[in-house]
């Protein structure tokens, strides 16, 4: 079994390096062979959101993970994130929506959760609403976390501004920033503010949907620094975030391809090519969702 780097979060609690992402798995029989597969390969921090709809799925087969003797797992063994969707913005409904998804997942604890967009949903992105909403939904972590239900707090798509907001007034540093980034969108003053709050970073999207290893996004660089140290684009592109510092979760339902994402630690890229992935950033491209208009 690979065995997986920790980070130690700002509360003092760790995170695997590296785990496993689940968004647009759905499908039952999906999710329980990918999540399997992920957990025997060494994987234990598995990333899900309410927005997922696959967070009842995951906690049944988790759950029966650790219910297996011969495995010796324990709930303390896994990393277990979900976050919170636009339409439950404001104090009581993400209280409320955190306790539906520990039903769901069927824990009394979960290690993580984020907000997972700065926006509410049917708001326009230029009504002052927004900022209210996710100013008090935060105010619900906060207390969920001071509660015990929480082990740990944080934002997803929060750009610079919004993170700013949020340090003017929390009184729990987010412990995890949980952003798109690879090297063509590398968000280095977000980064620069996470690393001076010790905020950790954690990268979503760091294959570009997929796109820049299914040969539909062909960067010529990055082959060739892949080729050149004997991994495939994948690795390369999770080495890089690692390297960098950030968390990665990367998805796939393939099991050769969780088996492969895992084996990234391994190798080291040299200054040079670190250097020379980071040049691209200079297009910044993004291949998800923009929160850059939200108020």
């Known amino acids: 079994m690979n065995s997986i780097p920790k980070f130690v979060l700002n509360n003092g609690i760790t995170i695997p390096a590296l785990g496993l992402g689940t968004y647009r798995i ?3 029989e999906t999710v329980e062979f990918v999540v399997k597969n992920a957990v025997s390969s060494g994987y234990r921090l598995i990333d899900s959101a309410i927005g997922y709809k696959n967070e009842e799925t995951i906690g049944k087969v988790v759950n029966e993970l650790i219910k297996n003797t011969s495995l010796n797992l324990k709930r303390k063994d896994f990393f277990i994130t979900s976050k919170l969707p636009p339409k439950d913005q404001g104090y009581d409904n993400c209280y409320q929506a955190l306790i539906s998804s ?5 824990m009394d604890y979960l290690d993580l959760f984020l907000i997972h967009w700065p926006g509410t949903q049917k708001l326009k992105p230029s009504d002052p609403q927004n900022a209210i909403n996710r100013k008090a939904s935060y105010k619900a972590l906060e207390d969920l976390y001071n509660s015990g239900k929480i082990r740990a707090i944080g934002v997803s798509n929060y750009t610079h501004r919004h993170l700013t907001d949020l340090l003017s007034h ?28 010790n905020i950790l970073v954690q990268a979503y999207s760091s294959l570009g949907e997929g796109k820049l290893v299914n040969g539909e996004v062909e960067i010529p660089v990055i082959k060739d620094i892949a080729t050149k140290n004997r991994v495939s684009v994948a690795q390369l592109l999770l080495r890089w975030g690692h390297q960098h510092g950030f968390i990665v979760i990367p998805k796939s339902t393939n099991a050769k391809r969780i088996k492969e994402n895992i084996n990234i630690f391994n190798f080291e890229l040299s200054n040079e090519d670190m250097e020379a992935l980071d040049s691209l950033g200079k297009s910044q491209t993004k291949f998800c969702w923009d929160p850059t208009d939200i108020y």
């Open 170 to 197: 929390c009184t729990i540093i987010p412990a995890v920033l949980q952003v798109e980034l690879h090297p063509l969108y590398y968000q280095k003053e977000l980064i620069d503010l996470c690393r001076k709050h």
């Open 102 to 106: 520990l039903q769901r997942f069927n």
């Open 26 to 28: 759905v499908d039952p």
